[in-house]
């Protein structure tokens, strides 16, 4: 019998992560979660945090839906702040633990600090990674990590050539006792950021999002079975105002609230009751475009975030991310995205080309920015989507939008613009 530390990151759900099921069930189980506060910090010339106020209340949500979870079965939830390897060690060795499990994550820092982990807890105790939340995992990638395409395309033939993806498994009905003489529960978001205490999105996209296993179900089951939007996926994925062009499963699945293996079992018994439409497989092709980030990711370590020094951020950089440069279209995208901390694929990609290609600024600016501003910030999916759109890494063809064409065929009366450029709304800049 030995006394297990669940390290949980960005997998904060129970059903589908391996980390919650046994062989052997432990003797005991504590269960982890550590803010970085590096991620609190300013970034350098950037006057923002790596995690801003809509993602940080996103993910306290998310935590304190877990532990509701982890406290029905038997388990609870700690959650500390500061460097998350120092924390999980020294648990380890205050707790007499020998097992530390850890998801196996696509992202270079997250790798380091597993790495790290594993020296600064020695041979005594045993650390295991294991890798969830994608489609695929190692054994069912149709080729080794290294031999990652550089196109999606490639990827995706010989994925969909090869399709065997593993089922999802359910969520574990009791779970090990929590050690004896262990701290539980977690510090008050108020106290760590008072602006994510009280952030709200703007009231103009209609939509909030909040976080954690059953809102993910709940934005699943109107998506699919109440709305029946899953049906026009295909025609409406370019949208720009509403609630229901696109899936918006984005942020559940980047905290892990959901895994996409849940999402496309659900989109499978869709199709077995309503039959399949190229819509229902084009949700799935771009759960494919996440997977290939994902793995790209792994391919890439350090090199994701590209090699020089950053910059110092120019006026031009600034006035973007103000939702000032005078291009509505651009402008109304970026007001969004401070806005609500979500922007659509279609917003996403225009507002990335107008920076790195009618700016010239640097695209890892950018990515930084979004980083901050997004709930569904995913550090595989940002950073792979902001180097296909500058063109630089694995595939280097040129992407560049020509943003008028665009808001012409977009958003051609205008409404999207219209809808966001309100001035005095739209200068959001939080420094924590
Ligand atoms: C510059 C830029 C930065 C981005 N940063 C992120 C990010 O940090 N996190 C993130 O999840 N997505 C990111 N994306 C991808 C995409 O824009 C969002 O996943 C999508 O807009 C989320 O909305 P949705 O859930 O309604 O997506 P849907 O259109 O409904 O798609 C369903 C799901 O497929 C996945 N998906 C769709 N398109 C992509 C894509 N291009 N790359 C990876 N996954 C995709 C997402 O998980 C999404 O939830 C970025 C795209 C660009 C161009």
């Known amino acids: 019998m030995s006394r297990m530390l669940v390290w949980l990151r960005s997998d904060l759900r129970l059903a589908d992560n391996p980390l919650f099921h046994f062989s052997t069930p432990p003797e005991s189980l504590l269960c982890v979660f550590v803010l970085d506060d590096a991620w609190l910090d300013p970034l350098p010339g950037l006057e923002a945090s790596r995690i801003g106020s809509a993602r940080l209340r996103f993910l306290w949500e998310s935590l304190i839906a877990l532990r509701g979870e982890l406290l029905k079965r038997g388990s609870d939830l ?232 950053l910059p110092a951020p120019s006026e031009g950089f600034r006035a973007w991310c103000d939702g000032r440069t005078g291009v509505p279209f651009v402008d109304a995208a970026m007001c969004e995205l401070s806005a609500t901390g979500w922007l659509s694929n279609r917003a996403r990609q225009n507002a990335a080309s107008y920076l790195v290609r009618d700016l010239g600024g640097d695209w890892r600016l950018g990515a930084a920015w979004f980083e901050h501003c997004l709930i569904d910030y995913d550090v595989a999916s940002n950073w792979g989507n902001w180097r296909y759109v500058a063109g630089v890494g694995r595939d280097t063809r040129p992407r560049a939008l020509d943003v008028h064409d665009q808001a012409e065929r977009y958003d051609p009366d205008g409404a999207y613009a219209a809808l966001w450029l309100v001035p005095s709304l739209c200068v959001h800049r939080e420094v924590p």
Not at 146 to 157: L, M, N
Not at 251 to 266: D, F, I, K, N, T
Request: charged share 25%; aromatic share 12%; glycine share 8%.
């Open 78 to 309: 700690l959650v500390r702040i500061g460097s998350p390897v120092e924390a999980v060690a020294e648990l380890a060795e205050a707790h007499d633990i020998d097992e530390v499990r850890v998801r196996a994550d696509a992202g270079w820092e997250e790798w380091q600090a597993s790495v790290q982990l594993a020296e600064r807890l020695g041979s005594q105790v045993n650390l295991t990674c294991h890798q969830s939340g994608t489609l695929l995992d190692e054994a069912s990638l149709p080729m080794a990590v290294e031999d990652i395409p550089p196109s999606f395309s490639a990827f995706r033939r010989k994925v969909e050539r090869r399709w065997v993806i593993p089922d999802a498994v359910p969520a574990p009905v009791t779970l090990p006792s929590w050690p004896a003489n262990a701290p539980r529960g977690f510090p008050p978001l108020g106290k760590i950021c008072s602006s994510a205490a009280v952030w709200a999105p703007d009231e103009r996209g209609g939509f909030a999002f909040s976080g954690g296993e059953a809102a993910g179900w709940a934005r699943l089951d109107h998506y699919l079975w109440e709305s029946g939007a899953v049906a026009r996926y295909k025609q409406t994925r370019n949208g720009l105002v509403g609630t229901d062009f696109s899936t918006r499963f984005s942020p559940w699945l980047a905290h892990g609230c959901l895994s996409a293996r849940q999402v496309l079992e659900e989109v499978r018994a869709w199709e077995a009751r309503h039959g399949a439409n190229e819509s229902s497989y084009w949700v799935i092709f771009e759960l494919l475009w996440r997977d290939y980030f994902h793995w790209a990711a792994r391919q890439e370590g350090a090199s994701l975030f590209g090699e020089r020094e």
